[in-house]
């Protein structure tokens, strides 16, 4: 293994492991990320919090196994943007400290939303140590 390839598995390992862990937390602790989300104004939000876990899952599975990755990447990247859009809008926020907060959760999903897509207009197929 190419010291690309090798580093290639790493960043797979350390991008999906985000989405694993927050895809589990979403399905596990349903009920008070379904109150965040209501507080929000999220329509259905039970709902709504197990269909993104089962997506931010999914996509982070796809990431790691290589299985998929663009089609991984895809739902999360929709995960991403609507979440940022809807749920951290600092904009909104008057209290500086929340304010701030949801400023840095804002660019964060856009920041790894950008990943996302660069993952999706990757060329080079396959990817080394991949299920696809």
Avoid at 82 to 88: D, I, K, Q, S
Wanted: glycine share 6%; proline share 5%.
């Amino acid at each position: 293994m190419t010291l690309e390839e090798f580093l290639h598995v790493v960043a797979r390992i350390l991008l999906s492991w985000l989405f694993l862990l927050s895809g589990y937390r979403h399905l596990v602790q349903r009920k008070p990320m379904a109150e965040y989300a209501s507080s929000s104004g999220v329509p259905m939000p039970v709902a709504a919090v197990v269909v993104t876990g089962l997506m931010i899952l999914a996509g982070g599975l796809c990431i790691l196994l290589g299985w998929h990755p663009r089609i991984g990447a895809a739902l999360i990247f929709i995960f991403l943007v609507v979440v940022a859009f809807w749920l951290h809008r600092f904009w909104s926020f008057t209290d500086p400290m929340q304010r701030a907060m949801q400023e840095a959760h804002f660019w964060k999903n856009i920041t790894l939303a950008g990943a996302m897509l660069w993952i999706i207009a990757r060329t080079h197929w396959p990817w080394p140590w991949a299920l696809g």
